[in-house]
């Protein structure tokens, strides 16, 4: 069993910032990448970040996101963080928290949270 636990989610203003937090547990080989992925009112699940790990650790960002997320890794607690800045009203939908990790060598799959809802309020 894995489990992803996201926390941070919330109601701010367009300006403000929130830090998302997604922690894995249960039976983890070990993981190859975790991301955030959101999804709005009538819209599609779109990436929003993700990074991987192992000998250099690398980040991918959604164009709109750039210069305003930062995602980050704690692979000792095999944890991600996103940190939101400057956010718009855009910006709100629920955040997905995703892990593609292997439960054993040989065997990955990808792995989602329960969701955040992060609001944006003009």
């Known amino acids: 069993q894995v489990q992803l636990v996201e926390s941070g989610g919330g109601l701010v203003q367009a300006g403000g910032s929130l830090r998302l937090s997604c922690a894995a547990s249960g039976s983890i080989s070990s993981i190859n990448a975790m991301g955030w992925y959101r999804q709005a009112p009538g819209k599609q699940r779109e990436l929003v970040a993700d990074?991987?790990?192992?000998?250099?650790?690398?980040?991918n960002y959604a164009d709109s996101m750039k210069g305003r997320f930062t995602i980050s890794r704690d692979n000792a607690k095999n944890t991600v963080y996103l940190q939101m800045n400057s956010l718009k009203p855009e910006d709100t939908a629920v955040y997905y928290c995703n892990a593609n990790l292997h439960v054993r060598p040989g065997l990955a799959a990808d792995y989602w949270g329960q969701g955040t809802q992060v609001t944006v309020s003009s």
């Open positions: 990074i991987t790990s192992g000998g250099s650790t690398n980040t």
